[in-house]
């Protein structure tokens, strides 16, 4: 349900406490009943204002319908078989309706403008409570990440909460004024990101604080986004209405060339940042916190408070990581000998299912056509299915699966295949999920064509990992412990080349080519199969380059984009900021929401130019103290 917001000066109920001792190892958090506006003249205030910064990020991240709102009706995703509204919805596919009210985007909005005036409390008061310019820049960064997220998503949207534009207000209101989105750019967050950039050290001062690395791929981020949004090539509406001129008096090209030479100084000034040695690697749950991760919304296993969720049944609600859920098919149906031989268990390949969002087939045999070389599709999906019995209690040592023939425990129960053999015989009876088989093979079957809003691979990225399961099931049915991934270093190299390819000048080495190339070569080492579930030593990087295009477009960069991002919250805002979403995402091809149904069908999405902001959500409109036209002049045309 949503909840009703209006833009309001109540910091929150739940507020944070940051200890800044040099040995702290995580951002620690005590709780605070509220803050009220004296609070941030004390630096124990302003420490707290910074600690609530880094926890709201967790109530955005890993929070589901938000997720559905980046992710479902994008080429990435569509809505699967358990799905309700919120995600029919967003599919944009003739199965219901994006309004005001059903856009999960209200996520955003009401948990944004909260912390934005938290974070302007901070830098208003912080220097005179003998607080340092590199804290304060970590507010500011805030502030400009809250707005460039709401600008992408929105449009213009207000600089001033009541107190006049991007000061602190301590007097909640009714009445609102949006800004425009060349305003919003560059009043808020260029200069902020900027001062943020200037300000930040290189080495973050406890693990997961932002530094000069994460400001910098912002900041490339926001000025390409702004590049677009002045270019403009398919003559997409703003609003509020507003000439694609820059105040500032730059054109595209400018903006381009930012983001080109910034992303490409954090590539070479990267602090304690880099790339993985695999792409396996970036997203396996013991390695969370990597060093190619920038930022990222924590959780923690060690306690209920900390981790803002219950540790053992989560209630699908934020402050819960529990996004992983909603591409995750209900696997336990599958039966061998008649026992559910594959049970929910909080293990990375498995977890909670929800079915409620699923890949299409062309993200199978298309995004990631090469599935050899390339190991970003084994080290992104679950399409082996393992039997796990004996941790549920089921004592037999051996079940009967495919073809009539045995299994033991951790034998492959259902696979995914690869490829689209036409040896595949499927039945509504096999495995009680309408399987297929292939001769020889104890394990039943699915090719990539035969996928369905029931039965697909599974995101293994977003999939759970505890430390306490012991040797039984653990507690799948909790909210994700792991932390959220936001920014990625693997994203300052896609940045850059996309600036490149818009025109940007290039320095040696550093063509849009030799930038993609630097992902792709990493995309083709192999130290693990993942889902063949043993040691794999293979470099492929050669292949992987010699099949990359001597000239390197767009469409080309959003596929990379997908292939390293895929399902982790990206793709509604590169198909808006690139303005392809239409032609990217207008058809799909997916099976049925039966099981067994194994016939592709091609659905059409009405994507239309005012898609690309979503609605004002309906809280806000109905809070607000004006009149009827006022209001319908607040909300963004169409909706």
């Given amino acids: 349900m949503m909840k009703s917001t209006y833009i309001k000066t109540v910091i929150g109920t739940v507020i944070m406490t940051l200890f800044l001792a040099a040995c702290s190892d995580i951002l620690e958090e005590q709780p605070r009943s509220i803050y009220e506006p004296g609070f941030f003249k004390t630096e124990k205030g302003v420490q707290g204002g910074l600690t609530a910064m880094y926890a709201h990020l967790r109530y955005i991240y890993g929070q589901a319908y938000y997720y559905n709102a980046c992710q479902t009706g994008t080429d990435e995703?569509?809505?699967?078989?358990?799905?309700?509204?919120?995600?029919?919805?967003?599919?944009?596919?003739?199965?219901?309706?994006?309004?005001?009210?059903?856009?999960?985007?209200?996520?955003?909005?009401?948990?944004?403008?909260?912390?934005?005036?938290?974070?302007?409390?901070?830098?208003?008061?912080?220097?005179?409570?003998?607080?340092?310019?590199?804290?304060?820049?970590?507010?500011?960064?805030?502030?400009?990440?809250?707005?460039?997220?709401?600008?992408?998503?929105?449009?213009?949207?207000?600089?001033?909460?009541?107190?006049?534009?991007?000061?602190?207000?301590?007097?909640p209101v009714r009445v609102s004024v949006r800004n425009t989105v060349p305003e919003v750019y560059t009043k808020a967050i260029f200069p902020d990101f900027i001062k943020a950039v200037n300000d930040l050290p290189e080495t973050p001062r406890v693990p997961g604080a932002v530094t000069k690395t994460v400001a910098r791929l912002h900041l490339a981020k926001a000025y390409l986004t702004y590049g677009w949004w002045l270019e403009n090539p398919n003559s997409i509406p703003t609003y509020p209405a507003a000439d694609r001129v820059d105040p500032d008096g730059h054109n595209a090209q400018w903006y381009f060339q930012q983001a080109y030479d910034i992303a490409v100084t954090a590539i070479k000034n990267p602090g304690p940042y880099g790339l993985m040695e695999t792409f396996y690697d970036v997203n396996l749950a013991q390695n969370d916190r990597n060093k190619e991760i920038l930022l990222w919304a924590d959780h923690t296993q060690e306690s209920?408070?900390?981790?803002?969720?219950?540790?053992?049944?989560?209630?699908?609600?934020?402050?819960?990581?529990?996004?992983?859920?909603?591409?995750?098919?209900?696997?336990?149906?599958?039966?061998?000998?008649?026992?559910?031989?594959?049970?929910?268990?909080?293990?990375?390949?498995?977890?909670?299912?929800?079915?409620?969002?699923?890949?299409?087939?062309?993200?199978?045999?298309?995004?990631?056509?090469?599935?050899?070389?390339?190991?970003?599709?084994?080290?992104?999906?679950?399409?082996?299915?393992?039997?796990?019995?004996?941790?549920?209690?089921?004592?037999?040592?051996?079940?009967?699966?495919?073809?009539?023939?045995?299994?033991?425990?951790?034998?492959?129960?259902?696979?995914?295949l690869n490829d689209n053999d036409p040896g595949v015989v499927y039945d509504v009876a096999n495995a009680n999920i309408g399987a297929g088989v292939l001769p020889g093979r104890a394990d039943f079957v699915i090719a990539p064509r035969g996928i369905s809003r029931v039965v697909y691979p599974g995101l293994w990225k977003l999939g759970p990992y505890r430390t306490d399961n012991g040797n039984g099931l653990g507690q799948p049915n909790a909210g994700s412990t792991r932390p959220y991934n936001i920014a990625k270093f693997s994203e300052l190299y896609l940045v850059a080349a996309e600036a490149a390819v818009k025109g940007a000048t290039t320095g040696a080495g550093m063509t849009a080519y030799d930038l993609v190339n630097v992902l792709r070569a990493r995309a083709g080492i192999w130290r693990w199969d993942n889902n063949g579930n043993i040691a794999k030593t293979a470099d492929n990087s050669a292949e992987m380059v010699a099949a990359t295009p001597a000239t390197i477009t767009v469409d080309y960069i959003l596929g990379e984009r997908s292939r390293e991002f895929y399902g982790e919250g990206y793709r509604w805002f590169d198909l808006v900021r690139t303005q392809t979403w239409a032609s990217k995402a207008a058809t799909y091809e997916i099976c049925g929401a039966s099981y067994g149904d194994h016939t592709p069908v091609t659905f059409t999405r009405t994507i239309e130019p005012k898609h690309y902001l979503r609605p004002i959500p309906q809280g806000q409109i109905d809070g607000m103290e004006m009149t009827a036209e006022e209001k319908a002049a607040y909300q963004n045309p169409g909706y």
Avoid at 334 to 342: F, H, K, L, W
């Fill in 77 to 171: 995703a569509t809505y699967a078989q358990s799905a309700d509204g919120n995600f029919k919805d967003h599919d944009l596919s003739g199965v219901g309706s994006l309004t005001p009210t059903s856009s999960r985007s209200d996520v955003l909005w009401g948990t944004a403008f909260s912390n934005i005036n938290t974070a302007s409390g901070v830098i208003e008061n912080a220097a005179a409570v003998g607080v340092s310019d590199a804290l304060i820049a970590e507010a500011r960064f805030f502030r400009a990440f809250d707005y460039f997220l709401l600008v992408q998503t929105f449009g213009g949207v207000p600089l001033d909460l009541g107190s006049g534009e991007l000061m602190f207000n301590t007097t």
């Fill in 304 to 416: 209920e408070f900390y981790n803002g969720g219950s540790l053992t049944y989560g209630s699908g609600g934020a402050p819960d990581n529990f996004a992983g859920w909603m591409m995750t098919w209900n696997y336990t149906v599958i039966r061998s000998s008649g026992v559910s031989s594959v049970q929910r268990e909080a293990e990375q390949h498995l977890g909670r299912p929800w079915t409620r969002m699923c890949p299409t087939i062309g993200v199978i045999e298309n995004t990631f056509a090469d599935k050899v070389n390339d190991s970003r599709y084994d080290g992104t999906f679950t399409t082996v299915y393992r039997g796990n019995w004996p941790k549920g209690g089921v004592t037999a040592p051996s079940l009967v699966n495919a073809n009539g023939m045995s299994v033991v425990p951790g034998d492959a129960i259902l696979t995914f």
